[in-house]
């Protein structure tokens, strides 16, 4: 599978964990790194079974750091119910 480029070790082990039409995506779209909260993220969703509240910057990859980590789980281990709640704004950046 194809790896992100000039990312370190914490960038490739969080890359290396997603599913893998996600780090397809990832590589065909030339992201070079995951950002911080990104990595963060995934390592709280992965690791733990605690809720996630997510704050950072505009731009800062919020929603991917949510749902990169989620659609992985829920690849692997489909849902028979709702499997994840996001809750995001709705207010349009201008």
């Given at each position: 599978?194809?790896?992100?480029?000039?990312?370190?070790?914490?960038?490739?082990?969080?890359?290396?964990?997603?599913?893998?039409?996600?780090?397809?995506?990832?590589?065909?779209?030339?992201?070079?790194?995951?950002r911080?909260?990104?990595?963060?993220?995934?390592?709280?969703?992965?690791?733990?079974?605690?809720?996630?509240?997510i704050?950072?910057?505009?731009?800062?990859?919020?929603?991917?750091?949510?749902?990169l980590?989620?659609?992985?789980?829920?690849?692997?281990?489909?849902?028979?119910?709702?499997?994840?709640?996001?809750?995001?704004?709705?207010?349009a950046?201008?």
């Amino acid at each position: 599978m194809p790896q992100p480029i000039h990312a370190d070790n914490n960038n490739l082990y969080t890359f290396s964990r997603l599913a893998p039409f996600i780090q397809e995506y990832i590589y065909n779209h030339n992201w070079t790194e995951l950002r911080p909260v990104q990595i963060a993220a995934c390592q709280v969703i992965f690791d733990t079974d605690a809720h996630l509240l997510i704050a950072a910057a505009t731009a800062a990859g919020k929603t991917e750091a949510a749902f990169l980590p989620i659609l992985t789980l829920l690849h692997e281990n489909p849902s028979s119910t709702i499997g994840a709640l996001y809750i995001g704004p709705i207010k349009a950046l201008i």
